[in-house]
């Protein structure tokens, strides 16, 4: 059984009144397995964000269900979906998303506190992470003492502290300069190889190139997919290339 299902998701919004509607998905169908590291492309409007917003329960689907090791999320009283999330799903953000009143080890803490965790187990936790991120020296300053680059590094943190089952990351390399970008997806690529599976939207092309398999959405479906296999990251990222100009020009 795979990790995640999606099956026939779709998402119909409506106006204030009820008089128009959208359809941001149609008929979203993937799995993703065990260790897989997933990128999400489309342009602008495809349903990409959606999609993640659902997929990090955030928002219900219209239609469809999701199911995470065999738990459907449309199982999960609403009063539940909070610690759900908490328990199983890590998320790296395009902003980072920590309190700058809270020290950076401060902010890497907090799902675990709000899991009631005990505080005896909290510096356990996070040292081995820290040490692997580069931020052991980092975790007493604030966010804004530190690089944008530093301050995704401690949101990385933030998401694997609760050994999610998948790190969400929505555009985590937007706000970043190319050195910050290029580290950090060498830290998913290590992260990635050490078993963590991965689902990322991204609009970067050399951000996916660094994934195993790149989901293209368009006009609300999974319109085509690629497999990196033994591919390098160069022929991945020429082959993205390729794929997304055909989606341009309406090509299959």
Do not use: C
Request: glycine share 8%.
């Amino acid at each position: 059984m795979s990790l995640l299902e999606v099956n026939g998701l779709k998402k119909v919004y409506k106006t204030r009144f009820g008089h128009n509607s959208v359809e941001a998905l149609k008929d979203v169908n993937f799995s993703v397995e065990q260790g897989e590291y997933i990128a999400i492309m489309g342009e602008s409007g495809s349903g990409k964000t959606t999609l993640l917003n659902i997929l990090a329960a955030l928002d219900k689907p219209t239609e469809g269900n999701i199911i995470l090791e065999g738990k459907s999320f449309s199982q999960i009283k609403s009063s539940q979906m909070v610690e759900f999330r908490r328990d199983h799903l890590g998320f790296v953000f395009q902003e980072f998303n920590l309190l700058d009143t809270f020290s950076l080890e401060d902010n890497i803490y907090l799902p675990l506190v709000l899991a009631g965790e005990s505080p005896k187990n909290l510096k356990k936790r996070l040292d081995p992470i820290a040490k692997r991120l580069g931020i052991s020296s980092l975790l007493k300053k604030y966010p804004y003492e530190v690089s944008g680059g530093q301050k995704q590094r401690a949101a990385v943190a933030r998401a694997l502290i609760t050994n999610p089952e998948i790190i969400l990351a929505d555009e985590p390399t937007g706000a970043l300069d190319s050195k910050s970008s290029d580290e950090l997806l060498n830290l998913f690529s290590e992260i990635n190889q050490l078993g963590q599976t991965i689902l990322m939207v991204t609009h970067s092309t050399k951000a996916a190139s660094h994934a195993s398999r790149v989901l293209f959405i368009k006009d609300g479906v999974v319109f085509h997919q690629i497999y990196k296999g033994n591919m390098t990251n160069e022929q991945m990222y020429q082959k993205i290339s390729d794929t997304l100009t055909l989606l341009a020009q309406g090509g299959e």
